[in-house]
């Protein structure tokens, strides 16, 4: 049998896989996408209010950094799309999978960080700039909890539920 007709746990061949993993990917990055977005366009339109001739250095330094990775968030969240449409139909959906994966992660990372400009930039400009810092480092924080800390222990979670099934037997006499 070849390897793209090798039957997996789930009694799907290798590229019935790849085809579902990137549909599930795909669907992620829409909901991620809408958001990038938006933020990307809130960013854009804060150059062109009456305030942001206010702004201090540091300020315009933050603004641009963030901008620049809101730009860089979404470049890594359309690749995938990008990747898909010019390898479509080569046989090069498992590639276009892992990488698409790869790529997804690192947006994640970077609207992570886009994030926490974002919230530190507007609460700089608000509150003050130790605000501004407190209020980024927690949204920093918050992500990395809920986007990796929190996948981690689910999966140890779900790794030791798994075990212990294994272990049992299958009339619950265990």
Not at 79 to 88: E, G, I, S
Not at 89 to 101: D, L
Request: with cysteine.
């Amino acid at each position: 049998m070849a390897e793209e007709n090798s039957r997996t746990p789930r009694e799907e061949t290798t590229l019935e896989r790849a085809d579902r993993n990137f549909g599930e990917l795909l669907q992620e990055l829409r909901i991620i996408q809408t958001g990038v977005q938006i933020l990307f366009a809130f960013l854009l339109t804060l150059a062109f209010t009456a305030r942001f001739s206010t702004l201090d250095t540091a300020q315009r330094t933050m603004y641009i950094t963030t901008l620049l990775l809101a730009v860089l968030a979404a470049a890594l969240f359309t690749t995938p799309a990008a990747l898909h449409r010019t390898l479509f139909q080569r046989g090069a959906k498992p590639e276009i999978v892992m990488i698409s994966s790869r790529l997804a992660g690192a947006g994640m990372s970077v609207l992570m960080l886009t994030l926490t400009g974002s919230v530190l930039l507007v609460v700089d400009v608000v509150l003050g700039r130790v605000e501004g810092v407190i209020a980024g480092s927690a949204t920093l924080l918050v992500c990395g909890g809920l986007w990796v800390v929190l996948p981690q222990f689910v999966r140890r979670h779900a790794a030791r539920f798994e075990a212990r099934a294994v272990s049992e037997p299958p009339d619950g006499s265990g």
